[in-house]
């Protein structure tokens, strides 16, 4: 039950404290530090870790869902974006709160100085897993569209958000089709040398070897896909 815009027992009043009401039950190991994995040394010296008031399972009593991030991967021109955003649709419509972290929209901003290096696709699909870390302590479900081609680099993003929220989906459209598509003319640009290090012409993509689903989208059109992709999170309860 919701009152004064909190919920009952879980968000503590103005003037209490960590100590005082249910708040302190449903802190648990949330407020007094980061879990075990994301106990990383800061490069600056002197940062000690600000234990928040406000638990894991107290966000999820408040928003009815516990945090995941799905992560589709594969080509570009696969439908990664078009399923993203379709699900987030479908999710909204269903009384869920979700948000799409886009690769191409990530690098118009916060990834706006890096490029296509090793080192900078690296770097690329660290800070979104960061994002995405982030935005699931906030109790959200991300849908993270990004060709993440590398699978170490997707390991990472794994070990960053926490595998028990990290679900790995494989669009795995094949490359031909996805070219027949171009929807942005980037593989006219890889064919005629105008892009170098392009994923899937120049540059290998290593596909997934054991996603927690594959979407195929030259068999699968768009709407079925979010289907699947919410009955997963309902028979996984994520949702409910």
């Given at each position: 039950?919701?009152?004064?815009?909190?919920t009952?027992?879980l968000?503590?009043?103005?003037g209490?404290?960590?100590?005082?009401?249910?708040i302190?039950?449903?802190?648990?190991?949330?407020?007094a530090g980061?879990?075990?994995?994301?106990?990383?040394?800061a490069l600056?010296p002197?940062?000690?870790?600000h234990?928040?008031l406000?638990?894991?399972d107290?966000?999820?009593a408040?928003?009815?869902?516990?945090p995941?991030?799905?992560?589709?991967?594969?080509l570009?021109?696969?439908?990664?974006s078009?399923?993203?955003s379709?699900?987030?649709?479908d999710?909204?419509?269903?009384g869920?709160s979700?948000?799409?972290?886009d690769?191409?929209?990530?690098r118009?901003h916060l990834?706006?100085?890096?490029?296509f290096?090793?080192?900078?696709?690296?770097e690329?699909?660290?800070r979104?897993?960061?994002?995405?870390?982030?935005?699931?302590?906030?109790g959200?479900?991300?849908i993270a569209?990004?060709?993440?081609?590398?699978s170490?680099?997707?390991k990472?993003?794994?070990d960053?958000?926490?595998?028990?929220?990290?679900?790995e989906?494989y669009v795995s459209?094949?490359t031909g089709?996805c070219?027949?598509?171009d929807p942005?003319?980037?593989?006219?640009?890889?064919?005629?040398g105008?892009?170098r290090e392009?994923t899937g012409i120049?540059?290998?993509?290593?596909a997934?070897?054991a996603?927690?689903?594959?979407l195929?989208?030259?068999?699968?059109?768009?709407?079925?896909a979010s289907a699947?992709?919410c009955?997963y999170?309902k028979?996984?309860?994520?949702v409910?």
């Amino acid at each position: 039950m919701l009152i004064d815009g909190r919920t009952q027992g879980l968000v503590p009043a103005e003037g209490e404290t960590a100590g005082q009401g249910e708040i302190a039950k449903n802190a648990g190991t949330d407020a007094a530090g980061p879990p075990a994995a994301r106990k990383n040394e800061a490069l600056t010296p002197n940062i000690s870790w600000h234990p928040g008031l406000v638990s894991s399972d107290a966000r999820q009593a408040i928003l009815r869902q516990r945090p995941a991030t799905i992560w589709l991967t594969g080509l570009s021109g696969a439908g990664k974006s078009t399923i993203a955003s379709a699900l987030e649709r479908d999710l909204l419509r269903q009384g869920q709160s979700c948000y799409v972290l886009d690769g191409d929209n990530l690098r118009h901003h916060l990834n706006r100085d890096l490029r296509f290096t090793a080192a900078d696709r690296h770097e690329n699909i660290r800070r979104a897993a960061e994002v995405a870390y982030l935005m699931n302590e906030a109790g959200l479900i991300v849908i993270a569209a990004l060709i993440s081609p590398f699978s170490a680099d997707r390991k990472m993003a794994a070990d960053i958000i926490g595998k028990e929220r990290f679900i790995e989906v494989y669009v795995s459209t094949s490359t031909g089709v996805c070219e027949a598509r171009d929807p942005k003319g980037l593989y006219k640009k890889a064919r005629t040398g105008e892009i170098r290090e392009f994923t899937g012409i120049s540059s290998p993509y290593e596909a997934p070897q054991a996603p927690a689903m594959e979407l195929n989208t030259e068999s699968v059109p768009v709407d079925a896909a979010s289907a699947k992709l919410c009955q997963y999170l309902k028979e996984h309860s994520f949702v409910r």
